[in-house]
């Protein structure tokens, strides 16, 4: 149990009442135990009895009247406090009270049943007309219709049932602040927050002073938007006038006042609104209202921008533009763009003639240009006439030559005068340098012409590399030169044709200017490149040369050896078909490096089985068959292929072919058959009929001077080997010896 004292400082009220319900327990109590003696008495009047029932009443009055002291002590005590209680209480209210009467805002508070329980004299100020009934007890719902009904705000005067409505809401809501305009001119903000017991204390704070300066600085910023409007307006070039929501003159500028002719100190007057602008424009600018040009434009119309021009009757043309402003209002433009209309009209007018300048241009350009595909298609005309030209001249100048060469070989198997021998070598010689001469000229006009179409297939260097280094090892070992060829298991993306005759030109010119030493060829693979290398030890050439040396019929000067400057050419043009770059490291005294890049194959490094070769038999005592209709490429092929042991049939046709005897037919081993026969008549058809009709499949070669690769697949794919024209009597003898020792092969 709480001390009194505890009890006193918890509730001072309650505890008094408290101890004034013990002291009547204990009287009742008291009562109860005297009724309970006298009953209790012996009626016999037994002394004995009587004395101790007086004793133990005695005892028990003393401890109830004891009890009751303290009680009574108490509640002195209780009476005390409590009334001390009620003084400090009071003083508290009473400083609480002063608090809030000395400060500047109104301040009320009310309880969880939103009565009002305390206020100060400024809150009853703020509503003067009902100050009297603002006393605690009474409801804010009571104060807010008093204000209501009074009008004492300026919402309350407008509509006192919506602002009452809205401003209990508010208080019930007490969520923070908002602004109540009062109805003499005062503006108070309200802050209203709950107590911890549900109550509602709010503040309300006069603001007028500060609204007051919100006024003069918004009257402020609209003086100055007014100035920097009438500065623009000023500043622009055309006349501009605006009206607000009721057609009323807003501003204009001096542009307008000399257009319209108006007088600066009157112009609001003699232009008060709209209708007054639209009435002086029809006078001053007659045709200007053409069609509505000058009518109001509603803020909600479709479109609030208008734009029109109208030519006046003194000839100037104006550009009127309308603006129909937000909330209301228009702005009107007056522009003259009389100047810019006719600097518009002189433009169209130098644009059309200029159009019709440029399309005369266009079509002498055309013209040329029709004229210059003209020529274009002439000249590739011209260059295929030549290479069909150079072709077939190829084929009658390689004839003779092809005769003239076998003829030559015939003899140089003979015994013959050391003198015949010089002048049989000399001879050969010159036919070696009159076939190259020929074959360089034809292969420049085929790669100029795009006669040529390259095959690009994955082709095994060491192949290649096997074959020119067969090719080229006499040559070398003739001038006393080295001729290293490094094997090799690289293969690469390229047209094996051309990249051959690439490496054929790199190895000529390296063993015809090399003097002493060696001449080596080596791939390697840099970054997904192939290099083939051709270096030799020879005297090297200078930087300044590089370039030129690539071009037709340049020779450098001192160079010695045959040749005339085409090969080069050849490997540069047909580097640039294959897109195999060509480069050349070189300077004088330290020999000379041509190198061809080609792509690595898919393949890439790959070991090849090398294939071996059975050995040759001869040629002696076969049977060969000659077809050919020139009587001295007969003559001469007769005189070799006799010259190495062999029964020759020659033929000038088809028709004599088949008339030679069975007996010689029947021995045929080999078939050598010109391309071009007479009549139009071709060698792999002579062929044909002549296979069916010795009745078995004869090995046969065809001898052309035509080298378009297109012929060569053509004849391979029949079974037919081909030998170009002149026909080295080395190549034809090793052929024979192929054919008629293992049987028909692939093409040569």
Wanted: charged share 25%; hydrophobic share 45%.
């Amino acid at each position: 149990m709480l001390s009194p004292a505890n009890d006193l400082a918890v509730d001072p009220e309650a505890r008094v009442k408290a101890l004034e319900a013990q002291v009547a327990k204990l009287t009742r109590i008291n009562a109860s135990l005297m009724s309970r003696v006298e009953r209790s008495t012996d009626l016999q009047g037994n002394a004995f009895s009587v004395f101790e029932t007086a004793i133990s009443l005695e005892s028990k009055v003393r401890d109830r009247t004891a009890d009751l002291e303290r009680a009574l002590s108490d509640l002195a005590a209780t009476n005390a406090a409590l009334a001390h209680a009620r003084d400090a209480a009071d003083s508290a209210r009473s400083r609480l009270r002063d608090a809030i009467e000395t400060i500047n805002e109104g301040f009320a508070i009310f309880d969880a049943d939103d009565r009002l329980l305390l206020c100060n004299q400024t809150y009853r100020s703020l509503w003067p007309a009902i100050a009297d009934e603002i006393v605690p007890g009474v409801s804010f719902d009571e104060i807010a219709g008093r204000i209501g009904a009074t009008g004492s705000s300026l919402g309350a005067m407008i509509a006192p049932d919506r602002w009452i409505s809205e401003r209990v809401a508010q208080h019930q809501v007490a969520g923070g602040g908002h602004v109540i305009a009062l109805a003499d001119g005062r503006w108070i903000q309200v802050n209203e927050r709950r107590t911890s017991e549900g109550g509602i204390v709010g503040v309300y704070t006069d603001i007028t002073d500060l609204k007051a300066g919100e006024a003069r600085q918004r009257a402020r910023e609209a003086a100055e938007r007014a100035v920097v409007l009438q500065s623009t307006l000023d500043a622009m070039p055309q006349g501009v006038c605006v009206f607000d929501r009721g057609g009323a003159l807003l501003a204009w500028n001096g542009p307008l006042l000399t257009l319209l002719q108006l007088n600066p100190g009157r112009a609001r007057a003699q232009i008060a609104d709209h209708r007054a602008l639209v009435e002086r424009c029809k006078r001053l600018l007659p045709r200007a209202d053409a069609i509505n040009t000058l009518g109001w434009i509603d803020e909600h119309a479709d479109d609030r921008e208008v734009s029109q021009i109208r030519r006046l009757a003194d000839g100037r043309s104006l550009e009127v533009r309308r603006l129909a402003m937000p909330g209301g209002g228009m702005v009107i433009g007056f522009n003259d763009v009389t100047d810019r209309l006719r600097a518009a009209e002189a433009l169209e007018r130098r644009v059309a003639e200029r159009t019709a300048e440029l399309q005369r241009e266009v079509s002498e350009r055309v013209a040329a240009e029709s004229a210059m595909r003209e020529a274009k298609t002439a000249a590739e005309q011209a260059n295929l006439s030549k290479t069909r030209f150079l072709a077939a001249a190829s084929h009658d100048l390689l004839q003779p030559l092809n005769a003239a060469r076998l003829f030559v070989s015939a003899l140089g198997t003979r015994r013959l005068a050391p003198p015949n021998r010089t002048l049989v070598d000399q001879t050969a010689s010159a036919l070696d340098s009159i076939e190259q001469l020929l074959e360089a000229l034809l292969e420049i006009s085929k790669l100029d012409a795009g006669a040529i179409t390259p095959e690009i297939v994955d082709v095994p260097l060491d192949d290649l590399f096997a074959a020119l280094r067969a090719e080229y090892a006499h040559a070398a070992a003739e001038r006393g030169l080295s001729l290293v060829v490094a094997s090799t298991d690289i293969w690469v993306r390229s047209d094996a044709r051309l990249l051959r005759r690439i490496l054929q030109n790199f190895l000529s010119n390296a063993l015809r200017y090399t003097v002493t030493g060696e001449v080596r060829m080596a791939a390697r693979c840099v970054c997904g490149e192939v290099c083939v290398a051709i270096s030799d030890t020879g005297p090297g050439i200078d930087p300044r040369h590089h370039a030129e040396i690539f071009e037709e019929f340049r020779r450098l000067d001192g160079r010695n050896g045959p040749g005339i400057g085409l090969g080069l050419a050849i490997v540069q043009r047909a580097g640039r078909m294959l897109g195999h770059p060509i480069r050349l490291e070189s300077a004088p005294g330290a020999g000379s490096t041509f190198t061809v890049a080609a792509p690595l194959a898919a393949v890439g490094v790959q070991s090849r089985t090398s294939v071996t070769v059975s050995s040759s038999r001869g040629i002696g005592a076969r049977a060969v068959l000659v077809l050919d209709n020139e009587q001295m490429i007969l003559d001469g092929m007769r005189a070799v292929l006799e010259g190495w042991g062999c029964d020759v049939v020659t033929a000038l046709d088809e028709s004599a072919a088949r008339a030679v005897p069975p007996s010689q037919t029947a021995a045929i081993d080999v078939i050598l058959a010109d391309y071009h026969l007479e009549d139009g008549v071709t060698g792999d058809s002579a062929v044909a009929r002549l296979r069916a009709h010795l009745g078995r499949p004869v090995p046969a070669v065809i001898i052309t001077a035509d080298r378009m690769p297109a012929l060569r697949d053509t004849l391979s794919a029949q079974g037919l080997h081909v030998l170009q024209k002149p026909v080295k009597p080395a190549q034809l003898r090793a052929l024979l010896a192929q054919l008629t020792n293992s049987g028909s092969g692939s093409g040569t």
